[in-house]
Every structure is written in structure tokens, then in C-alpha cells.
């Protein structure tokens, strides 16, 4: 494990240099992490070793020192193959770590559970049930009682705006309803922790757009505490409460940035663009090393 000079979070935000860092127009301020007592997701020295051909190894995640406060929205960008995706799965307790430990509510992740959830691209809804019956679905197999479950599907289906379509198959919605009934049946179970891995990323702009809006007030209705995954900046800053920015391989923070920017906000804020521009300045060394990785070669 390589020391880590201006990467890992901690030293970093101690310097006194950085902290000193005058605040920009745009209110991106170097983060320092809160006590790790009151943390909803505490990630401590996480490393995580993938077994590749010929029995070597690839190291995919490099002590991941990170703390998610309840309520909390986080983004992690990063470059693709940064170990994002693996991160996510770690929190929900698909995968193990080899070392280092995950921990929801001061108790350590052992498996999935049902106060995580990931939500992804391929939203994994079952075609042969209607939405209603898709948003039901994760409420069965948690055991909540029919006359609640009906309540909730009602609920949740007003909450992103599909009331209407309760009774369709999900082969009758576009992209944009179907993300919605995936994020109905996640809230349903009523998980504290929301874990989505580029969600928006296959959609079309108008309709990614306003999937930022009612997550936004989904986020503030509920209180849940979501960890978003993109490697777009500019949505991490619109949607973000802070944007932890990782290395590529293996998969370290690099930089945190607390985003003070009022809500609600538009990805074409100029704000928003400001604060992203600051962030980008740091991913494109990294984009430019996962580059050079991929068609270096024989230059
Ligand atoms: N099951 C696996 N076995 C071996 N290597 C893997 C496996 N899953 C992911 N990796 C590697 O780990 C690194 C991180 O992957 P991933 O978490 O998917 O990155 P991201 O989501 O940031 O694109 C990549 O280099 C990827 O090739
Ligand atoms: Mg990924």
C-alpha cells in the first residue's frame, strides 16, 4: 500500500495549507471528516484485491478512508475502472473486502441487508409484473403485511409520479418511468441507505434532467442518506452534498469537495459549471493515467 501524499483524504484536509484555501465564488471548500461516531456508512482502510488471470492480482481499491453522515448525498466520481462500481458493491454487502471494514450504524457490513439498497443501470425489473407488482416485490420479501404493502405502493408510485401507471408492464414505459418504478421499489423497502451506480447514465438529457429534480425532493421528502456513483462531474455537483473524487487504479479519494451551492439546482447553472470545472481540473490527470493505461501501449 503506497503512502499517500496528497491523495488520501485525511493528511490532506488536515494541511492546514489546504484548509487555508481561500473559499471560491463557487463554495467548493476542501472537506474534513466529521467524527466517526454519528456516521451512517463508515468506510475504514478498505483495500480490495481482485484475483485476475495467471494468478496475479489487481488491486481495485487502495484504503478507502471515508465517512457518509446520516442524510447525507455523497457523489464519487472518478474514471471509469476506478473501483466505484466495486465500492457500492462492498457498502451493500455483495462483496467482501480484503481489508478493512464497512460499517452502517457503527455495526459492521457482513452481507446484504435490508437497510441498503443499489439501485443501477440495469434496473433488474421483472417484466412479467405490472408496476405496481414490481414495487411490491422487494416489500414481499421483506415480510411487510398486504394492506401495508398496498399503502406503500401508492405511496411511493405518487412520490415519483407514476400513480397512472400502476397497472402497466414495465415494456409499455420509457427509460426515464422505467428508472422511476426502479426508484419506487428501492424507497419502498424503505432502506436508510440508497446506493446508485450511474443510474441516469443511458438516458437522454431532458429526462435525465428531471430524474435530478424529483430525486432531489425524493432526497429531501425521505432523509434518506444516498452515495451516488457517476463519472460525470456535473451531475455529482448538482446532485452532491460533498464530491469524493478517486484515483484511478487502484481506487483511492483523492480530494473531497463540500458543495455549498444552494437547492434546488440545474445542471446548467452557472454555479454548478464553476464548481465542476474546479473538480475536472483534478479527474483529468486521472482520466489522462487510465489513458495512458489503455493505449500507452507500445508508444
Ligand atoms: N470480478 C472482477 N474480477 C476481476 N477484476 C475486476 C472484477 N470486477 C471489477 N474488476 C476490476 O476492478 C477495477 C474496478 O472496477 P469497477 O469497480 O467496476 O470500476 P468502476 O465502476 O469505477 O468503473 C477495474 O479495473 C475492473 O476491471
Ligand atoms: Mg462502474
Redesign the pocket.
Known amino acids: 500500500m503506497k503512502a499517500h501524499a496528497v491523495s488520501s483524504s485525511s493528511e490532506e484536509h488536515r494541511s492546514p495549507i489546504r484548509l487555508a484555501r481561500p473559499k471560491g465564488p463557487c463554495s467548493v471548500t476542501p472537506f474534513r471528516h466529521a467524527p466517526t461516531a454519528s456516521a451512517k456508512v463508515s468506510l475504514d482502510g478498505i483495500c480490495l484485491n481482485?484475483?485476475?488471470n495467471g494468478g496475479r492480482h489487481?488491486l481495485?481499491l487502495d484504503d478507502i478512508n471515508l465517512q457518509v453522515q446520516p442524510g447525507e448525498f455523497l457523489c464519487i466520481v472518478?474514471p471509469?475502472?476506478?473501483?466505484?462500481?466495486?465500492?457500492l458493491h462492498l457498502i451493500a454487502g455483495l462483496q467482501r473486502s480484503t481489508s478493512g471494514t464497512v460499517k452502517v450504524d457503527g455495526k459492521l457490513v457482513e452481507g446484504p441487508g435490508t437497510d441498503r439498497i443499489l439501485i443501477f443501470q440495469e434496473l433488474g425489473l421483472f417484466p412479467w409484473l405490472t408496476v405496481g407488482q414490481n414495487v411490491e416485490f422487494g416489500m414481499k420479501m421483506k415480510g411487510i403485511s398486504k394492506t401495508e404493502r398496498r399503502e406503500k405502493i401508492r405511496y411511493y408510485l405518487r412520490l415519483v409520479h407514476l400513480s397512472q401507471f400502476e397497472d402497466s408492464y414495465t415494456h409499455q414505459l420509457s427509460g426515464g418511468m422505467r428508472q422511476r418504478v426502479a426508484l419506487a421499489r428501492a424507497l419502498a423497502t424503505e432502506p436508510d441507505v440508497l446506493l446508485m451506480d450511474e443510474p441516469f447514465a443511458a438516458l437522454d438529457a431532458q429526462t435525465r434532467d428531471l430524474l435530478h429534480d424529483e430525486l432531489e425532493r425524493i432526497w429531501a421528502e425521505t432523509g434518506r442518506t444516498i452515495i451516488f456513483?457517476t463519472h460525470n462531474v456535473r451531475e455529482a455537483v448538482r446532485l452532491g452534498g460533498r464530491v469524493a473524487l478517486f484515483t484511478f487504479?487502484p481506487?483511492r479519494v483523492k480530494r473531497e469537495f463540500k458543495i455549498d451551492l444552494p437547492r434546488p439546482r440545474q445542471l446548467e447553472d452557472s454555479s454548478v459549471a464553476r464548481c465542476a470545472r474546479e473538480i475536472l481540473d483534478d479527474l483529468r490527470e486521472e482520466i489522462n493515467k487510465s489513458l495512458e493505461e489503455e493505449y500507452g501501449d507500445g508508444r
Open positions: 481482485y484475483k485476475v489487481l481495485a472518478g471509469s475502472g476506478c473501483g466505484k462500481s466495486t465500492l456513483v487504479r481506487g
